[in-house]
C-alpha cells in the first residue's frame, strides 16, 4: 500500500500536539485500548495528514479512526466531505460515536480491526455488524 506523505503545515502540527494535551473522556479511553499496538496495528493519536488531524492513524493500514461527540450532529457534511477528501488520499476512515466508546468500548474495538482493503472507504458503526462467532 503506498505510503500517505502529504505534509502537514505547522500550524496543523502545533494544533495536533494540543490536541494530544487535550483528550476527550473517550479519546483517551480509546488510545488506552489501542496504544501500543494492542490491536495488532500501530497507532498514531491527533496525527496531521494535510490540511486535517485524526483521531487517530494506522499508517499501516492506512485507517482513520475517527470518533464522533455531539458537534458532529451539526456538522455531518463537512464530516462526510472530509471523508472524501481522505479517501482521495487512500486513507479509510471509521467513524466511531464517543457515547459507544464511553458506554460499549469493546464493541467498537472489534470494528478497528485489520479488514480486507475492499471494504467500504468510510464505515460508520451503526451500519456494521460482525458476524457472530460459533
Wanted: charged content about 30%; glycine content about 6%.
Amino acid at each position: 500500500m503506498p505510503r500517505v506523505t502529504r505534509a502537514a503545515g505547522k500550524s496543523k502540527v502545533r494544533f495536533a500536539r494540543e490536541q494530544r494535551r487535550r483528550m476527550t473522556a473517550a479519546e483517551s479511553a480509546l488510545w488506552q485500548a489501542i496504544r501500543g499496538g494492542k490491536l495488532g496495528m500501530k497507532f498514531r493519536r491527533q496525527h496531521p495528514i494535510g490540511d486535517f488531524v485524526l483521531d487517530f492513524y494506522c499508517e499501516s493500514a492506512q485507517l482513520a479512526v475517527e470518533i464522533d461527540g455531539d458537534c458532529h450532529e451539526q456538522q455531518r457534511e463537512y464530516d462526510e466531505w472530509r471523508d472524501q477528501e481522505l479517501a482521495k488520499l487512500g486513507v479509510r476512515v471509521i467513524r466511531v460515536p464517543s457515547d459507544q466508546i464511553i458506554t460499549g468500548l469493546p464493541s467498537a474495538l472489534t470494528l478497528i480491526t485489520p479488514y480486507p482493503t475492499d471494504q467500504l472507504e468510510v464505515i460508520q458503526v451503526s451500519q456494521v455488524s460482525r458476524p457472530e462467532t460459533v
